[in-house]
Every structure is written in structure tokens, then in C-alpha cells.
């Protein structure tokens, strides 16, 4: 029961730090950051740092076998990578809201990924929390009219299929790896696969203007990316991957709350019914009562 809780305070931890990326964002790209750049440096920093903590705790941590390298470029590249630019890219083809929403059907792709290849039992408790979950982030990203274009929903579904594979990958992984050695490939992968998106001449000169902003970017780097998946991984060793990506729904529930308190977005009455709702869903899973009924 103890591992189950520090599993979903872990989750939960990371779903708020990922809450901050899209008011960060908004506010680099004011500074004349692009969101493609912003993958590579989130990428590059993490990797970087996982590996000075990797040599200086245990060296033998960074040895993988090379017929287990599929699930970091898993991980890497065809989820936090493709995840993130399918998601970029959605945003220009829809509404932030449409988007957000197609995003936001990642623990669906979860539940059935899960049932499918890892084997986990699909009840009532997970059926009836995924509901409200995402009944909830529907009316938190509901902001205005939705318009979403045939590309945009492809890759709207993109981006969510992406989100929700890390849950997979990182849990096969986890059956033979340490949290530090996922997280560190995912991102080694990530950061050589983001480098051919980066315009690195426009970036120097623009550190150079500015270089403060590079401190920026480095301490973004680590409060959006290696501290929430280092969370996020960890967790996954205590709570299955179904339970994990529910809960970390809470993500736009944080984003909202950021857009109101820093650009004075106003929260509507359907978005805090959806913040009920998300919250709901996560209380739900920690019902035990609720875990003993018949499974579906």
C-alpha cells in the first residue's frame, strides 16, 4: 500500500510539472525560442545530466543490450519525440482546445495497449475513471469553437498514440532496467532525432543576445522533462500503466489553472466541472472497494 501511494504521489508530481510546459512555451516562444528547438535542448539537457548522475552512481547502469535498444528508440523517438511534433504540428491545424482534447485520448491507447501486450486486467474501476477523466479534460480544454481540420485530426491521434507509448515502452523496459537507464536513453534518443528539427545558427545568435535565456532553458529542461519522466518512470514500477496515464490527467487541470493565474485566462464553469470530473477519476482509482468488483 505504501509502494501504491509513493507510486501515485510520483505520477501525480509528474503530471503537474508537465502542466507548466505549454504557459514555458508560450513564453520562450515570446522570446523568439521555437517549440522545435525547445524538444531538442528539453531532450539534450536531460540526457546530458542523467549521465554525469549515471557515471557518478553506478557506471554499470549505462550498459544496455543491443537487442533491447528497440524500446529506447521507442521511448525516445517514436513516443516523446513524434508525441511532441505530431502535437506542435496539430496545434497549427486545430484549435489549441481540439488539440488538447486529441491529445488527451492517450490513456484510451493505454488501456488498450496494455490489455493487448502487457497483459492487464481491464475492470470496472479503470472503465468508469477513464470516463470521467476524459470527459473531463474535453470540458478543461474546451475554451471556444473547435476547429480541427482531416490532417490535423490524424495527427491530433498521433500525438496521443506517441503520449501514451511511453507508458509502454517504459514498462517493458522496466523489467530489466533502472529508471535512470530508461530515462537517459529515451533521451539520448530523443536529443539525436530532435537535432535535425533544431536551427541551431538562429539559436546561438539568439543566446548571445540574450544569455540568460540559456539558464532558462536549461532550468525548463529540468522541471518539464528529466525530473516528470524520472517521476513519471518510477512511478510506473509501483502503479500500472492504465492507472498511471488516468492519473496524469491532471496535466491540463495544472495548465488551466497556470493560464488563468499568468495570462489571465478565464476559467469557465464547464472547466471547473472538468477539473472535478479529472480529480474524480484519480479518487476513484483509490476507492478500494471499488477494486474488489467483478472484473469486465
Request: net charge positive; charged share 10%; with cysteine.
Amino acid at each position: 500500500m505504501i509502494k501504491q501511494r509513493t507510486g501515485l504521489f510520483f505520477i501525480i508530481l509528474a503530471a503537474m510539472l508537465w502542466g507548466t510546459i505549454g504557459t514555458a512555451t508560450r513564453l520562450f516562444s515570446a522570446a523568439g525560442l521555437s517549440s522545435l528547438s525547445l524538444i531538442f535542448y528539453r531532450s539534450c539537457v536531460t540526457a546530458l545530466l542523467l549521465f554525469v548522475v549515471l557515471l557518478l552512481k553506478d557506471p554499470a547502469l549505462l550498459k544496455i543490450r543491443l537487442r533491447d535498444l528497440w524500446m529506447f528508440i521507442g521511448s525516445g523517438i517514436v513516443s516523446f519525440f513524434l508525441f511532441n511534433v505530431c502535437y506542435m504540428f496539430s496545434i497549427g491545424l486545430n484549435s489549441i482546445a481540439a488539440s488538447a482534447i486529441l491529445l488527451y485520448t492517450s490513456p484510451i491507447f493505454v488501456m488498450l495497449f496494455s490489455v493487448m501486450f502487457l497483459h492487464e486486467r481491464f475492470t470496472a474501476q479503470k472503465g468508469i475513471a477513464l470516463v470521467l477523466a476524459f470527459g473531463g479534460c474535453v470540458l478543461v480544454s474546451f475554451g471556444g469553437a473547435l476547429r480541427m481540420s482531416l490532417p490535423g485530426l490524424a495527427l491530433g491521434f498521433g500525438s496521443g498514440i506517441g503520449y501514451a507509448l511511453y507508458s509502454i515502452f517504459g514498462a517493458v523496459a522496466l523489467k530489466r532496467y533502472h529508471t535512470l537507464t530508461i530515462t537517459f536513453y529515451t533521451f539520448l534518443f530523443a536529443s539525436l532525432a530532435s537535432a535535425f528539427t533544431t536551427d541551431f545558427v538562429s539559436d546561438v545568435a539568439l543566446f548571445g543576445a540574450k544569455p540568460q535565456l540559456l539558464l532558462l532553458v536549461i532550468l525548463y529542461a529540468v522541471w518539464s522533462t528529466t525530473l516528470p519522466y524520472l517521476l513519471y518512470t518510477a512511478g510506473l514500477s509501483c502503479i500500472n500503466a492504465t492507472i498511471a496515464s488516468i492519473i496524469s490527467t491532471i496535466e491540463p487541470v495544472v495548465a488551466a489553472i497556470l493560464g488563468f493565474f499568468v495570462f489571465g485566462e478565464q476559467l469557465s464553469l464547464a472547466a471547473l466541472l472538468g477539473m472535478a470530473l479529472v480529480l474524480a477519476s484519480i479518487f476513484l482509482l483509490n476507492v478500494k472497494w471499488l477494486a474488489k468488483k467483478k472484473e469486465l
